[in-house]
């Protein structure tokens, strides 16, 4: 019934710590996005799982950015070593099918990181 | 690559006025388009998608917009503004075989004066 969730909502992280974003889909929905949004930007793309499978990960930004989606549905997204160019909002979007197609992305309220 | 170009960064409009947000992409080959609307501390909402068919489509609350081909446009009009329409509006592309992703515009903060 709900929709996108995402914990938590703030998260306020000193620089060189490791950071954990978790993304709760809509029940049944395949496919899963991360997007992260910086101040006065757009959204841009991170990664795209289709079920469990990572199937782009082209917009991680560097090595220290991985994310799962271990058994197809919640996902998190991890930061490690956290620098201060990380702090953004990143968004959670779900979609019913897979493959593109027009599918609408049904985005959750996102966690806005702050690294001090 | 693909890009999506939102011109104005802020548009302010009286209430019941018209409320017309540009969106331009490029591309060869037609994408998906999409607007979203999203409100303070909260995540996007979609208002209108064009996948297929016809070119003029109607959203939610009342917007509506326009796939021109030839002018790789995709704007979003309301005939007459609320104050509850204040917020930021992103246009944005999802290409074909792709995945799925979308690739935002720099987004419009659309302001409405009483």
């Known amino acids: 019934g709900a929709g996108v969730s995402q914990s938590p909502r703030y998260k306020v992280a000193k620089r060189g710590q490791d950071v954990a974003l978790r993304c709760d889909p809509i029940?049944?929905?395949?496919?899963l996005f991360w997007y992260q949004q910086a101040l006065g930007q757009g959204p841009e793309f991170l990664t795209y799982?289709?079920?469990?499978?990572?199937?782009?990960k082209s917009g991680l930004p560097s090595d220290r950015f991985f994310a799962e989606r271990p058994e197809g549905s919640v996902s998190t997204l991890k930061i490690q070593r956290t620098q201060q160019e990380d702090s953004a909002v990143y968004l959670c979007?779900?979609?019913?099918?897979?493959?593109?197609?027009?599918?609408?992305?049904?985005f959750g309220p996102g966690t806005r990181l702050t690294v001090l | 690559a693909q890009s999506v170009t939102q011109l104005g960064s802020h548009v302010s409009v009286s209430e019941g006025a018209l409320v017309l947000l540009r969106c331009n992409y490029s591309?060869?080959?037609?994408?998906?388009l999409f607007w979203y609307v999203q409100y303070p501390n909260q995540g996007l909402q979609l208002l209108l998608k064009?996948?297929?068919?016809?070119?003029l489509v109607k959203g939610i609350n009342g917007f509506e917009a326009e796939f021109k081909k030839s002018e790789t446009s995709f704007h979003l009009t309301k005939p007459s503004a609320h104050m509850s329409d204040a917020a930021e509006y992103f246009c944005?592309?999802?290409?074909?075989?792709?995945?799925?992703?979308?690739?935002f515009g720099q987004g419009t903060e659309l302001s409405v004066k009483p």
């Open positions: 979007a779900s979609s019913s099918s897979s493959g593109g197609a027009g599918d609408t992305q049904y």
């Open positions: 029940s049944g929905h395949v496919s």
């Open positions: 799982f289709q079920n469990e499978a990572q199937l782009d």
């Open positions: 591309s060869s080959v037609p994408p998906y």
């Open positions: 064009y996948t297929t068919g016809a070119t």
């Open positions: 944005a592309v999802m290409k074909y075989n792709q995945g799925g992703k979308l690739i």
